[in-house]
């Protein structure tokens, strides 16, 4: 059985064993909300799987925990442990980058991980991240970025 480390938007954090690695995600203990998985956590007890794939990312804002730090981040190695992988192992590529959201501002220009991530490290906030990342994608953007201060 798959360990799997969940953590909740109230802020917990806990480990569970699964049945499979298709379970259903478990409440929260702490505050009752259906938690997500930390995909870049799992220990295996059982046989071996690829890291999840862009197809499994969430492709949501809400879906990535609107924008959790740690969530993105995770989701951001798991990729990328992915990709290495798929030099190895051709079958495991996919083409598309990985969307992290397609919602609202992003619907033109949908928001991949690896713009996410790159920007959280900038910022240290995916949050902020995401809301850099939607400032750059409004029209006339391109002299709002570094002469105004910190907005
Ligand atoms: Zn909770």
Redesign the pocket.
């Known amino acids: 059985m798959p360990l799997f480390d969940y953590r ?3 802020g ?1 954090r806990f480990e569970r064993l699964q049945p499979s690695w298709r379970s259903a995600d478990p409440d ?1 203990p ?2 009752g ?1 259906t ?1 997500h998985r930390l995909p870049g956590s799992v220990a295996l007890t059982g046989s071996a799987r690829p890291p999840a794939g862009p197809d499994e990312a969430p492709t949501s804002w809400e879906g990535t925990g609107r924008g959790d730090r740690e969530y993105v981040a995770a989701w951001r190695r798991t990729l990328e442990n992915r990709q290495r992988l798929a030099e190895k192992y051709p079958e495991l590529s996919t083409k598309r980058d990985a969307i992290a959201a397609h919602e609202g501002r992003f619907e033109r220009a949908p928001l991949t991980y690896r713009e996410l991530a790159g920007r959280a490290a900038t910022s240290g906030d995916a949050t902020r991240g995401a809301a850099e990342a939607a400032r750059a994608r409004r029209p006339g953007a391109a002299n709002a970025g570094t002469s105004g201060g910190d907005a």
């Open positions: 909740c938007g109230c917990a929260c702490a505050c909300d938690v």
